[in-house]
RNA sequence: GCGGGGGUGGCUGAGCCUGGCCAAAAGCGGCGGACUUAAGAUCCGCUCCUGUAGAGGUUCGAGGGUUCGAAUCCCUUCCCCCGCACCA
């Protein structure tokens, strides 16, 4: 047999062919509920890198085993194809942003297709295309008309070397750095456009505990972001400036409250800056949010506590932020960490009101206040020194103080931000609005969209501000001359709901065909990279809901299943161009074929875990996949030596056979776990298991073919092109991509019972050959316990009965066993509580039968299984079930 | 700080949810053997300690507990990684 590896190359691309001629991955129409497996669409960056490839390897091989399994499935790709990249790329080559992106994605459509994956290209989506971002603009209208679409000033991120807007999370780090460029992030204040998603934040928090099939760590990090607080609203009065409100989780505390807060940015702060050279210093010059000190700066001014009447000193401070709650705060130093750092730097009084609950608390009794000099108290407890309020517990207290001070109410804040998709660039969906002098913004009528983008325009700002012909338009309302909108949309907004469009791609007159979707919807198994957890994953969750609110969609929710899954890495690190330590896709496929590199990312590890590159291991995939294909097609060519078709099956037939059946049964379980890597090890062991039985047996065809057959069919949905050709290697009708996935005769528990008593026996034969010093066995006797003992064994599992050895002894067919049933009764009511489970004494003895030739094999000794009745007595005494007795003649 | 995930044999890493078949899968590395002129590849074993018949001992970050029985459950504690964070 040849070690030369197969020509991976022509036959990856004649699989390729065949399939795209026969149309193998098209999900058709009229299918009613097809299983809908998605890997995240990637930005056309240039090439295709290690993570796409894994990430669509995931979802290739999934797609391929629900296929197999008799399922449709809907398994489409597409392109994130707007973004900024494409116009800094454009710039640089003296190109346009639209030609720049279509090459990107004809060079990675066509990576994708030598990869094998196996998508429904008729449905394949592009979102720079004005069939695509007409919907984009379509929904935003819808958005609108819902009362979802806001115009407001705000202050935004801006990055002064990409001159555009950012999103918060597109803010990078501590020191606020652009995403993209790494430059530092200024803010501006531009009117923008928001999707009001904070309408949705409730649900969108209250929904992540039934998003069973998700990571937790991805839930929470949405729990996270949305960080909705319930607490109370409260006025305090600060003489000169009116009421002032502040936003408290511990309202329990104000009789602790020994000063009031401000936000450098607080209108309050600001007036007082115009008056007050102190606090202008402080709020131009000093102040500090990012810095770890707390800073402040004291004003003069009291304010007055709503409970106790008392005046406290009023500062500006750093750590209090204009966007968390109200911007300003009750300050109670000794029951807030932050609160009593900057107390203790200012000299502010620290007074405990809170104290810890006594163990042996009454409910009555008000228990001594807390040492809080040090360190602030910050557990809830009982109130002290608290008037009237002394004595209740923090819960109770918050709820009567919120109820009886005047002007407070009960608040819930949200860290959750409304989205501001307004972008200054041109590589976007153009927001459909015109502005006119007299109606205001005005959103463009339906049938007038798409809104095109103009020719890109080589520029320095945002290219749509210099397109004056195409900003030129008509007011839709009046008729009178008017300009169009010159922000583009979030590429975000193109990601919240492409998942919808592969329903029905081509439709002209809705974004997704309802019907379909409603039937097609959720998307069953969603896989991606940990970075999409908060931004992409919430947006289009949020989009879902609106069009189920508002456009009858059935379902809330997006995605069913989601697998964030790891990075692949050289050396521990992160492959990155930066580093220089990227291995290119490109490469792999050349040398060792796609299959390898699909199968070896998949056996490698887990696919929520990270793991390295090994170019070893690429070479050790790739020589099983040459062993594979030697293997059946040795046997295709009539090159191994069998025993006839209708020969009787021997011991090592069976055992053959039975680890055919384990390896489907283990495999299948697997695959649907997603656990590639456990059912591709059985395959590849399977593999293994077939060739040495072609070299130590004359196998029987039927059992080898089986093997043969099975194998390849493990394996297909990860190495599809070669288990395509050896697929018809051997004879086998039409595609693999199409077949049965294999069924075994036997279940996961029995085969796992076998393989553990065949491996304990070889072991035990093992260990006293070595301990006893046996030079050269000359016969291994292996006997199977006597049935009544399977028996006994069973009725000790089932039996609650104080006296088992009684219990048992009710038998006849035990009775009649006389001592030695009562010796076996006593040994298993000694381990009475371990007892487990075993195979019958008939399936002991033929998976032992099986395995027999193994012992042989590695002893070089004839073995000779028998069951108890045909063995002598000494030596059959001692087998008990799961444990065969063991003779070795020397 | 809060939240999430971890700490297992020389290394990587499964097992932990659902306690017993766990001295603990698999891979790597190492050792021995087969094949080969040789190397490579492949195949068969071994790889915590002791042991002349399948046994015993000590192990799963540390310490306690529950249980007939703990890598697995509970508590305390230390360390690592990830996300969020001067969030009122």
């Known amino acids: 047999m040849s070690q030369e590896a197969y020509d991976h190359t022509a036959v990856e691309s004649r699989w390729q062919e ?131 679409v806001e115009r407001r000033e705000a202050e935004v991120n801006w990055c002064p070397s990409c001159e555009t807007v950012l999103a918060d999370e597109q803010v990078e780090g501590d020191a606020e750095l652009c995403w993209r460029c790494d430059t530092p992030v200024e803010t501006r204040d531009l009117d923008q456009w928001f999707l009001k998603i904070t309408e949705y934040a409730d649900e969108l928090l209250e929904a992540i505990d039934d998003l069973e099939g998700w990571p937790n760590s991805v839930r929470q990090m949405q729990r996270n972001w949305i960080g909705r607080q319930h607490g109370s609203e409260v006025d305090f009065r600060i003489e000169g400036h009116g009421s002032v409100r502040a936003f408290t989780t511990r309202l329990d505390t104000i009789h602790g409250a020994t000063f009031f807060a401000l936000a450098p940015d607080h209108p309050i702060s600001e007036e007082l800056a115009a008056e007050d050279d102190a606090v202008h210093e402080f709020v131009r010059h000093e102040a500090d949010p990012d810095g770890d000190e707390p800073n402040g700066v004291e004003t003069g001014l009291t304010a007055t506590n709503p409970v106790t009447g008392e005046e406290i000193p009023v500062f500006v401070a750093d750590f209090v932020l204009s966007d ?127 809104v095109e983008l103009p020719e890109f325009i080589n520029t320095t700002g945002n290219p749509l501000d210099a397109a004056e012909e195409w900003k030129a338009t008509t007011c839709p309302d009046c008729g009178a001359a008017a300009t169009r909108e010159t922000d583009t949309m979030d590429t975000f907004v193109d990601s919240s709901w492409y998942f919808l469009r592969y329903v029905s791609p081509d439709l002209a007159d809705a974004p997704f065909d309802l019907d379909r979707a409603n039937d097609w919807m959720p998307v069953d198994q969603y896989v991606g990279g940990i970075e999409h957890a908060v931004m992409h994953l919430l947006y289009s969750r949020f989009f879902t809901k609106v069009l189920a609110d508002e456009e009858g969609l059935d379902h809330r929710e997006p995605f069913t299943n989601l697998l964030a899954q790891g990075m692949v890495q050289l050396d521990g690190e992160k492959m990155s161009k930066s580093k220089g330590n990227v291995v290119s896709p490109q490469r792999i496929v050349e040398e060792y074929g796609a299959d390898t590199a699909r199968l070896f990312m998949l056996q490698a590890a887990q696919p929520e875990r990270d793991f390295d590159w090994s170019e070893e291991g690429v070479k050790s995939t790739h020589r099983f996949l040459a062993r594979l294909s030697d293997l059946v097609e040795g046997y295709a060519a009539g090159d191994v030596a069998t025993v006839g078709r209708d020969a009787d099956r021997d011991t090592v037939d069976e055992y053959v056979a039975d680890e055919v059946d384990a390896a489907v049964a283990i495999a299948g379980d697997e695959y649907d776990d997603l656990t590639f890597n456990v059912a591709l090890r059985e395959a590849q062991d399977l593999v293994r298991t077939l060739r040495s039985y072609r070299e130590h047996a004359e196998p029987h065809p039927d059992v080898y073919e089986r093997g043969l057959d099975v194998a390849v069919r493990l394996l297909a949905p990860v190495a599809p092109h070669l288990a395509e050709e050896l697929w018809e290697t051997l004879g086998r009708d039409g595609f693999v991509v199409e077949a049965d996935w294999p069924s075994a ?65 009710q038998e006849s067919h035990i009775r009649a066993q006389g001592d030695e049933a009562a010796s076996y009764g006593q040994d298993l009511q000694a381990e009475r509580e371990a007892l487990s489970g075993t195979l019958s004494g008939d399936e002991e003895y033929a998976a032992l039968r099986a395995a027999a030739w193994l012992i042989e094999r590695e002893f070089d000794a004839p073995v000779v299984v028998e069951r108890a009745n045909d063995a002598p007595d000494d030596v059959a005494r001692k087998a008990e079930p799961g444990r065969p007795a063991i003779d070795i003649a020397e």
Not at 756 to 782: C, F, K, Q, Y
Not at 791 to 808: F, G, Q
């Open 324 to 450: 968390v709650g109200t911007g300003a705060l009750m300050a109670v130093p000794a029951h807030d960490e932050r609160d009593h750092a900057f107390a203790t730097k200012k000299g502010v009084e620290i007074r405990p009101v809170i104290a810890p609950e006594p163990d042996d608390w009454d409910g009555e009794t008000i228990p001594d206040a807390p040492d809080v000099s040090e360190a602030a108290f910050t557990d809830d407890g009982v109130l002290v020194d608290s008037g009237e309020y002394g004595g209740l517990d923090s819960e109770t207290a918050r709820e009567r103080l919120t109820e009886e001070i005047e002007g407070a109410e009960e608040s819930t804040q949200y860290q959750l931000r409304d989205w501001g998709i307004s972008r200054q660039r041109y590589w976007g969906t153009p927001i459909p609005v015109v502005h006119c002098d007299d109606c205001g913004p005005v959103s463009v009528p339906d049938e007038d969209l798409p």
């Open 745 to 809: 005769t036997a279940d996961r528990e029995t085969v796992e019972r076998r393989r553990r008593l065949v491996a304990n026996t070889r072991e035990d034969v093992r260990d006293i050959v070595e301990v006893a010093g046996i030079e050269d066995p000359e016969r291994i006797d292996v006997v199977v316990a006597p049935d009544w003992k399977y028996d006994a064994l069973e009725i000790a599992i089932d039996s609650d009965a104080d006296n088992l050895i009684s219990e048992l002894m």
């Open 18 to 148: 065949a399939w795209a001629d026969a149309s193998v991955y098209r999900t058709a129409d009229d299918v009613d509920d097809p299983t809908y497996v998605l890997g995240m669409y990637p930005y056309p960056s240039g090439k295709l890198h290690m993570g796409h490839v894994r990430n669509y390897t995931i979802t290739d091989a999934y797609a391929r085993y629900r296929r197999m399994r008799g399922d449709d499935v809907l398994h489409p790709m597409g392109w994130d194809a707007f973004g900024l990249p494409a116009e800094n790329a454009a710039k640089e080559r003296d190109t346009n942003p639209r030609d720049w992106t279509f090459d990107c994605i004809d060079t990675m459509r066509g990576q994708m297709k030598s990869m094998g994956f196996g998508y429904d290209w008729d449905r394949e989506i592009t979102t720079c295309t004005p069939e695509y971002y007409e919907w984009n603009q379509w929904l935003f209208s819808r958005f609108s008309d819902a009362g979802l």
